[in-house]
């Protein structure tokens, strides 16, 4: 365990504490931010419950009085801890440019605890099954299928939404009408400008995140990213790539083409976008159409 907590405090310092390594985030001392969070969104309770659910197992197998719990289930219940300490020690501040404030995805670090808690139990209860009882055993079985049960009856029907209704998961995009129409592009020396930054996954619920381009084969945007990626040129270019949401094609997209080295413009077909477009046109499929500066 502190072999595992020295690795810990020389990441943290790698990422966060160096001077000479710019980050887009900082790390700050911030005590009880978690619980803060909690409070301002009226969650506490509900976090409460959750807690006395997870570790529901092991309070039945506490009760029978064991007392020589093996340390090595003793330290899955640390390291399952460990998370919490630190979202209500610190909070993650963001700094990059239009977007600095408080990061909640900082919160994230919480998700190993519960299956460390479960491991905890799973552990706890196997040192000591056969002085727990029959009672407790079945009560300990029970606790454990209802831990288990919702996140069972969650990724089946995301599986069966993945199945039937695909459009709608989460993360699901189906890639291959923009493979097709990237295929027709060089990945060597071409910029792609496009359209349409929306994330096609969940019905392009996700905007300013059009990250297919860069990601299927390795071409070059424009920009694409400025939900993740934000730098103090992000908003000229913004403001450059809406020219290509407008319903009539105008002469500054050819000057910020000529500035800025587009080589291909990557047009959705059913999103906004100039009519008619006055450059050569090298694909065209259902959802894409491919035109050349």
Request: some cysteine; charged content about 20%; hydrophobic content about 50%.
């Amino acid at each position: 365990m502190l072999a595992a907590a020295a690795v810990f405090f020389a990441i943290s310092f790698a990422f966060w504490m160096l001077p000479w390594i710019e980050s887009d985030f900082t790390v700050e001392l911030y005590p009880l931010s978690h619980l803060r969070w909690l409070m301002a969104g009226g969650k506490l309770s509900g976090f409460a419950f959750d807690v006395l659910w997870v570790l529901l197992p092991v309070l039945i197998v506490l009760s029978a009085g064991i007392k020589d719990v093996d340390e090595r289930s003793v330290s899955l219940f640390v390291m399952g801890v460990a998370p919490f300490l630190v979202v209500n020690a610190t909070h993650m501040v963001e700094l990059r440019a239009y977007q600095v404030g408080t990061d909640d995805d900082w919160i994230q670090v919480l998700r190993p605890a519960p299956v460390l808690c479960h491991a905890f139990a799973l552990s706890l209860a196997a040192r000591c099954w056969d002085r727990i009882g029959r009672r407790r055993q079945m009560a300990f079985l029970l606790a454990a299928a209802l831990a288990i049960l919702p996140v069972m009856v969650a990724a089946a029907r995301y599986s069966i939404v993945v199945l039937r209704t695909p459009d709608n998961g989460h993360e699901f995009v189906d890639n291959r009408p923009l493979a097709a129409a990237l295929a027709t592009i060089p990945v060597r020396g071409s910029v792609i400008v496009t359209n349409d930054l929306r994330y096609p996954a969940q019905r392009f619920r996700r905007e300013n995140r059009q990250m297919q381009i860069p990601a299927l084969f390795g071409h070059q945007a424009f920009a694409v990213n400025y939900w993740y990626e934000s730098y103090p040129f992000s908003r000229e270019r913004r403001e450059l790539q809406m020219l290509l949401e407008r319903p009539e094609w105008t002469d500054a997209i050819l000057a910020a083409a000529r500035t800025y080295g587009w080589t291909h413009l990557l047009i959705r077909k059913d999103y906004a976008h100039p009519r008619p477009i006055p450059l050569e046109q090298v694909f065209e499929n259902e959802s894409y159409a491919v035109f050349q500066f």
